[in-house]
């Protein structure tokens, strides 16, 4: 297993924020996790709201707890509202079942990380972390096939 | 950016309750946060009920957490429940996606702190509030046009 | 018994805060609740530090929860520092065993609430709010002898 | 009042860790905070443990929430045990009162957020966030004199 690096992560942050300046989203946070969900890196970029670090590292958090990127995440909470409002407390806040999220798989397709992105749209989130996660060298699985 | 000031966040708590008691509502509870989401001022009219300053704080942090007043929340939580249950854990309880809250603007557009009302229906609520912040020089956003 | 009211929590509030101005001391919060631990009047002076808020309520409620003025909790927590530890957490957090708080008592001598000041030194904090409480025709209950 | 930028933040965060490769000192985590006590940036280098995270916001944080920088929060919660043992639960785990953090303050002097760090000891934690906040343009309040 390969582990994820500050330099891969800070690159991943970096892109992101990047890529939402270029499509013209309103101000994003991006929380970058490790395999284990602790923070590697995060950035609130200007006038991105104060809960929105709570929120992004929900968003890659519940990721790695449940083992799904956010739209497989979401598809199940639709399914099953009951269940994740437990999982909400399980979690202890932790886990915000919405796109806008992936897990980060290095070459041999294990996870080492996750990243999670809010401020826009969850969808709109979700397409500036894409690019970043392959310019990184890693795949983004985001519960979608690439 | 202009910080917050006592002196402005006392006029507009004082200037809710003064409606309130104008329009003959039920009692109601005020709190301004300021742009960080920490209390400036509170007040709990005689009569207002033992919850209703974590409630009105909720309606302010809220606001602030996600940067859209009351209304907007409140139509964004109709929308995706599952996800505001989320956030509701997420934010640790101080989140209440109904009307009854602005952000507050300085002259230049910046958010400088929250105000949040609590005791009658949500919309005298923010009845109250939104020309307790007009009086003040600063504007309201209710997450609806003015 | 009397029941605290928002006029005299404001009085006590704003006399405190014109003290410590008069006095010259570091910005101040104040936290005025009534009997059952919930919050009235709430004011934070411009400068005042973003935990000032809870520490004020944890003055003013820790009071009100023992039963007992700050200066009377503090040399308690001096005498049993592990029942003391346990207390925070028996409180969850609301419980601060200093001087700077007082037990409002009516003209019969019963508790109609409390107040906690933070910001200076607990001494000055103190030294603020016995005059407001006075002024406001209401009897300060410090733990130590008027 | 001038707000903590990204720009800034990222500046002061990235200073941090390259001082302490240039020291040799063990692998580190710092958190920028804004004056709200919210996450403007947050990097740990490869190799520092699972808390330093969670250890170095609550060193900025408690900064914050006093409005004193570590030396001087250390100072005080030597003299005050039971006090600071309080303020571990009042403020829900966010305060680390040792050496390694500092407030940030303006031109003006204002605080505009605060940096913490985690990692090696705390006095080498500081030595690396002291330059770095100062090649940011902004001056570090560690709770001693420069």
């Known amino acids: 297993m390969t582990r994820l690096t500050l330099k891969q992560a800070d690159a991943i942050a970096g892109g992101t924020l990047a890529k939402g300046k270029e499509l013209g989203l309103a101000p994003l946070t991006v929380v970058v996790l490790d395999a284990g969900g602790h923070a590697v890196v995060l ?21 790695l707890g449940m083992g799904f990127g956010g739209r497989e995440l979401a598809r199940r909470a ?4 009951g269940f994740f409002a437990a999982l909400n407390s399980i979690s202890d ?29 969850s969808e709109n ?22």
């Open 43 to 63: 950035k609130r970029d200007d006038g991105s709201s104060i809960m929105r670090p709570e929120l992004a590292t929900a968003k890659a958090w519940g990721a």
């Open 93 to 121: 806040g932790r886990m915000a079942p919405v796109p806008g999220s992936a897990l980060i798989r290095d070459g041999q397709g294990e996870v080492i990380g996750a990243v999670g992105v809010s401020g826009d749209t």
């Open 78 to 81: 639709n399914k099953a509202p």
């Open 125 to 146: 989130d979700e397409a500036c972390l894409v690019p970043a996660v392959l310019a990184a060298g890693l795949t983004p699985d985001t519960g979608d096939p690439l």
